[in-house]
T-cell receptor, first 113, second 113 residues
Framework: DAKTTQPPSMDCAEGRAANLPCNHSTISGNEYVYWYRQIHSQGPQYIIHGLKNNETNEMASLIITEDRKSSTLILPHATLRDTAVYYCIVRPSFNSGNTPLVFGKGTRLSVIA | DVKVTQSSRYLVKRTGEKVFLECVQDMDHENMFWYRQDPGLGLRLIYFSYDVKMKEKGDIPEGYSVSREKKERFSLILESASTNQTSMYLC????????????FGNGTRLTVT
């Protein structure tokens, strides 16, 4: 079972910041938060991940609350090409191997002109 | 950039046929994964592999098998295709690093008639 909760859909005006929330209230201390997105007819694309500090890369920023029970993915200036399903995933604890990601249903972001 | 290539974008097979879905990655990744994606059910893990000749069952392995004879290639096999295996199949790879992101191919849409 996915360990995250996301709203099923969101709209964002083109050029504005898109803020996608994710709740992961049962996250463990050594679990990372990952974000992927899937544009229609393509495979999922990695965006960003973090443990407890905020992270930023060329695609997005990840803000994780101090208690780590929730996070927000920020696309600073959304474009029509950012229309996609966004998945927030908590990486299961590392054991003897590289444990696979479990995808939930994600948030369908629609960027509107 | 990592490239994960799936041999076919679209495939149509008949019930009872043996079906091979091929996936090749060019980044010397140790880990490879097969997911299927269905409307309303999201991505579900079928099988994965940590190394050559190694395989692990995912959440829905029934009706499938896999082969990993070379590091760069991971094959998904439907021994006797059935209509309920009509789906989008996605292959992914990653390095052994604990935080390594998955890189996905663009998928094979399989229709079993």
């Amino acid at each position: 079972d996915a360990k995250t909760t996301q709203p099923p859909s969101m709209d964002c005006a083109e050029g504005r910041a898109a803020n996608l929330p994710c709740n992961h209230s049962t996250i463990s201390g050594n679990e990372y938060v990952y974000w992927y997105r899937q544009i229609h007819s393509q495979g999922p694309q990695y965006i960003i991940h973090g443990l407890k500090n905020n992270e930023t890369n060329e695609m997005a920023s990840l803000i994780i609350t101090e208690d780590r029970k929730s996070s927000t993915l920020i696309l600073p200036h959304a474009t029509l090409r950012d229309t996609a399903v966004y998945y927030c995933i908590v990486r299961p604890s590392f054991n003897s191997g590289n444990t696979p990601l479990v995808f939930g249903k994600g948030t369908r972001l629609s960027v509107i002109a | 950039d990592v490239k994960v290539t799936q041999s076919s974008r679209y495939l149509v097979k008949r019930t009872g046929e043996k079906v091979f879905l091929e996936c090749v990655q060019d980044m010397d990744h140790e880990n490879m994964f097969w997911y299927r994606q269905d409307p309303g059910l999201g991505l579900r893990l079928i099988y994965f592999s940590y190394d050559v000749k190694m395989k692990e069952k995912g959440d829905i392995p029934e009706g499938y098998s896999v082969s990993r004879e070379k590091k760069e290639r991971f094959s998904l096999i439907l021994e006797s295709a059935s209509t309920n295996q009509t789906s989008m199949y996605l292959c992914a790879s990653s390095s052994h690093s604990m935080t390594a992101p998955l890189h996905f191919g663009n998928g094979t849409r399989l229709t079993v008639t």
